[in-house]
């Protein structure tokens, strides 16, 4: 354990398991110790906030706390005051009346969006605050989206107790698609890292197994590379569940111990890199035990049939799609993404994941999604390799907040790959929109081959007297024109001269994305003006 990483020796251990390689020399970038404006203004924003922690016994559970409208305040950029009472019958009840530390996540299931951090909570006036130990963000996958309501009228009932799972409950759980999981590592130094996390798990109904009444089997799919969860489990086994029937506002929690399965053979999910492996010591349930309800927004979804597809790269396709019943599409802002939903061949229940819309914002005839195809893809390679012309997907609103600022401060923008999709879309917009404002259009890839979509960029800046671009090659072939060789860096982006009070817009893997802004901050580059999304696997 060293001083300079945000990882303690379990998430460090998951690291070298899974090959993932020096999560800690790049994500010190993502994980601050407090909370930015725009992760300020979404919790305040929340009806209910997930908390995981420890009771008297050592157990970890998890549970939500809801409160009437604004109820979550944040007087700083370090600390979230929350204005409610915890039931009595909640496990962490006691814990948080005498101050414990915890992991926390905010989410919001109608967009997807969602931010986790950890910290201490304590009694504060007529409810509690939470100081700040570690924040982070995270991506919207396997997020079922939900719209909800609150029930001004909510009497929660008697809790019940018992070591096992009821037939009732088991049941719960096999139609569940959502849970939160809790975990913490306490031992050692008293560093940021150590405390708790709470995280969102999702997937088909019935993607946690459960194999009798006494243990569950959640699969572990890709995710950020930071192995908070694993990592915890690795160092102390102790693990919660909440499971919530968004119909009645009843929660279903659940503590036990865990092991990892690293290579799951035969596993009920084929999709699953890992398996979480729960041996239950604890239940309880607690009927109408919030005041929110939930509702899917399947009214909501379009179908999309692929029109035609563009070979933009040696590994990139776009995808053009219209409405299968020839309505018009939902508009969108340039840089938002499009949650999609497809049924695979071969596999139980539907596969949702998010894809940048890289068109321009102002066609409500066509998306244009322009996709990689990844190695270990399960929905990429579904779209590349088996989905036809004419194939139809489900999908839901376009969403997210990576969309450029509304000034005429210059813009910057920066990709790697295929992080040049939600770039490519404001440079539409800022060239359609005109102006004053100065644009920079910079973007790396391998080499010409692997560039993508390079002569719509040189066409729509060839529009502009504003726009220049800087095209970096990190392994050129010969026959290659591009204006520097290596990589993209924040050395190189200061010399375009747009000044600290650009807006630096960022889109490609996280460990480039982390060097970037790491090294703009260092600059004297202002956080609030560095803006940025990962793509992949690991985003």
């Known amino acids: 354990m060293t001083n300079n990483t945000p990882f303690h020796a379990g998430e460090l251990e998951a690291h070298r398991r899974t090959g993932v390689g020096d999560v800690a020399q790049w994500a010190g970038g993502f994980i601050r110790d407090h909370l930015p404006e725009q992760h300020r203004d979404f919790h305040t924003s929340l009806p209910f906030l997930v908390l995981s922690g420890a009771d008297d016994e050592g157990k970890t559970w998890v549970t939500l706390l809801d409160g009437k409208d604004g109820f979550i305040q944040s007087p700083d950029p370090r600390s979230l005051t929350l204005e409610t009472k915890v039931d009595p019958q909640d496990p962490l009840a006691a814990a948080f009346a005498t101050g414990t530390k915890v992991g926390a996540i905010g989410i919001e299931l109608a967009t997807r969006r969602r931010n986790r951090f950890s910290g201490n909570i304590h009694p504060h006036g007529e409810g509690y605050q939470i100081e700040m130990a570690q924040t982070f963000g995270n991506c919207p996958q396997y997020i079922h989206e939900r719209s909800w ?74 995710g950020n590379n930071f192995f908070n969860t694993i990592g915890n489990l690795i160092t102390d086994p102790h693990i919660g569940l909440v499971f919530v029937d968004f119909e009645t506002g009843s ?63 040696s590994n990139i396709t776009s995808f053009y799609l219209s409405t299968a019943d020839g309505r018009l599409l939902k508009p969108f802002k340039a840089g938002q993404h499009l949650p999609i939903e497809v049924q695979i061949p071969g596999q139980v229940g539907t596969s949702k994941r998010s894809y940048t819309l890289s068109g321009a914002p102002d066609s409500l005839i066509q998306y244009r999604l322009s996709i990689k195809r990844e190695d270990k893809g399960l929905v990429s390679r579904f779209l590349h390799d088996m989905l036809p012309d004419g194939g139809v997907i489900e999908a839901t609103a376009p969403t997210g907040d990576f969309i450029i600022p509304e000034d005429d401060r210059p813009l910057v923008l920066i990709s790697a790959g295929v992080g040049i999709t939600p770039m490519l879309s404001m440079l539409h917009r800022a060239i359609a929109v005109g102006g004053t404002r100065p644009i920079w259009f910079v973007h790396g890839a391998r080499n010409g081959r692997d560039h993508a979509m390079r002569d719509e960029v ?26 520097l060789e290596g990589r993209i860096s924040a050395d190189a982006l200061l010399n375009l001269e747009a000044g600290t009070d650009a807006h630096y817009m960022l889109c490609g893997p996280v460990r480039f994305l982390s060097e970037i802004k790491t090294d703009l901050e260092a600059a004297n580059i202002p956080a609030e003006n560095i803006h940025f999304e990962t793509f992949g696997p690991s985003a």
Do not use: C
């Not at 849970?179 to 109904?205: K, L, Q």
């Not at 035990?289 to 909501?300: D, G, P, Y």
């Open 149 to 222: 309501t609150r029930v001004e009228q909510n009497t929660p009932a008697p809790a019940s107790r018992a070591a096992q799972l009821s037939p009732a409950q088991i049941e719960v759980i096999q139609k569940a698609d959502t849970m939160f999981i809790g975990s913490g590592h306490n031992t050692g130094a008293d560093i940021p890292s150590r405390g708790f996390d709470a995280s969102h798990r999702g997937g088909i109904p019935g993607f946690v197994h459960v194999s009798d009444a006494r243990h569950l089997h959640i699969p572990d799919y890709a």
């Open 458 to 483: 040189n066409a729509l800046l060839a529009k502009s007297s504003k726009a220049q671009q800087k095209v970096f090659y990190s392994r050129p072939e010969t026959g290659d024109t591009f204006d």
């Open 251 to 313: 929660l279903l929690q659940v503590s036990g111990r865990a092991t990892i399965d690293w290579d799951p053979k035969n596993a009920h999910d084929h999709d699953a890199w890992r398996m979480i492996n729960v041996e239950i010591d604890a239940v309880i349930e607690r009927p109408s035990a919030i005041s929110l309800r939930w509702a899917k927004q399947e009214h909501l979804t379009q179908r999309l049939k692929i029109t035609r597809r563009v070979k933009e790269a």
